[in-house]
């Protein structure tokens, strides 16, 4: 059975469920998992890249290249 096959199964069994207690069990579950898979993707930024970030954060900083958190917040209000 490949992945959509199994993907659809799960969705139909899932939809038959009456008790909320599943459904919130199964809901912790996935968001559990799903952190766990993405924190053992993760990968450390090497030194140097560390360095040159910060130095293109502090260049942009002194040639005005760069926005408030107030004008982003009215933005995005």
């Known amino acids: 059975m490949n992945i959509e096959t199994r993907k659809l199964s799960f969705i ?3 939809l038959r469920i009456q008790n909320e207690e599943i459904v919130i069990g199964l809901e912790n579950l996935l968001k559990k998992r799903k952190m766990e898979q ?3 993707e993760l ?3 090497d ?3 560390f360095n ?3 130095d293109q954060a502090l260049n942009d ?3 005005d290249r760069v926005i408030k958190a107030t004008e982003l ?3 995005w209000n």
């Open 61 to 63: 900083s002194e040639n």
């Open 38 to 40: 993405y924190e053992n």
């Open 73 to 75: 917040k009215e933005k």
């Open 47 to 49: 030194l140097k890249q």
């Open 12 to 14: 139909q069994e899932f």
């Open 43 to 45: 990968k450390p930024m």
């Open 52 to 54: 040159d970030e910060i």
